[in-house]
C-alpha cells in the first residue's frame, strides 16, 4: 500500500509540533504567545511515552513517523518539541520543511546568562548524548556543566503530579549534585520539565536561573519563518488542533490545565 500522498503546504498552514506526550505543550505555549496569528497542529506520541528510556536508533525512527505524519496533514514547518528527539534523532533527519529542535536554542540563552556553573538535566537519553554539553560548550569553551538525568519526572508530569510532595521528594534527591556544585544556571532539558517549576524553583533556590527552551524556539521559529516568507498573512482566527496516539482523555485533561483552556480540539490517530 502506498503512502498518502504529502500534502503542499503554503504560508497559512499550520506549524506541526510534536513530543512524546504533554510536554510540548509548553513550546505550543510560547509559540502561541510570541505567533498568535500562527495555527498549530500538535502531535502527542503518548502511546510510546516515554522516549528518553529508548535507544538512537529506536527515537529516530519514532521521530521519523511523526514528521510523516505531520507532512502528510499539510504542515509548513515542524517543531521537534522533545529534547530526547532533538538530541538523538535530529541529526539523521532530512526534511523539504523547515525543522526545528529544542536544544540549541535552549543551550544559546543558558550560554548567554550563565556566570559559568551550568547544570543539566534531562531525560537518560538526552544526558547520555550530551548533547547540552556539547552545544554549550560551543559557544563558551570555559562553561563548567554538570548534566543528571530525571527519568521519573516524566511520568509525574504525565500523571498531573506537577506540584506534589512526591515530587518535591525526588526533585530533592535528583538536584541534590547540582545544589552541591553551586550552579548558577539550569537548563529544563525536557519540555515537560517547565511543568514543575515551582517544586525546581524551591529545590533550587530563586538564585538559580532556570532555563526553559520554549520561548528560545519559539523567536527562533518567528525569525525563520518570516525570512523564509511563511509566516502567515490570514486575518482569520488561528486554529489549534491536538492529535494523541493513546491516553487521549487523560491527555486532554492535562492539556486544558496546561493551555488554560477549556477548548481543545483532540484527535485520536494512529502514526505507525
Known sequence: MNPPAVLDAGRDAPIGVFDSGVGGLTVVGALRARLPNESILYLGDTAR?????????TVTEYTRRNLEF??????KAVVIACNTASALALPHLQSSRPLWGVVE???ARAALQSD???GVIATEATVISDAYGKALRALRPELEIWSVPCPLFVP????GWHDDPVTASVAERYLAPLRAQGVDTV???CTHY???LPVLTRVLGPEVELVDSGAAIAERVAEDLTRAGLARQSSAPAEHHFCVTDAAERFGRLARRILSSDRVSLEHVDVR
Not at 49 to 57: D, F, M, Q, R, V
Not at 70 to 75: D, E, M
Not at 156 to 159: A, G, R
Request: hydrophobic share 40%; charged share 20%; no cysteine.
Open 156 to 159: 509525574l508530569v504525565e500523571e
Open 116 to 118: 559559568g556553573r551550568v
Open 105 to 107: 536554542p535552549g543551550a
Open 49 to 57: 511515552l516515554p522516549y528518553g528510556t529508548k535507544s538512537e536508533a
Open 70 to 75: 505531520l507532512h502528510q496533514r499539510g504542515v
Open 194 to 196: 517547565p511543568l514543575l
Open 187 to 189: 537548563v529544563l532539558g
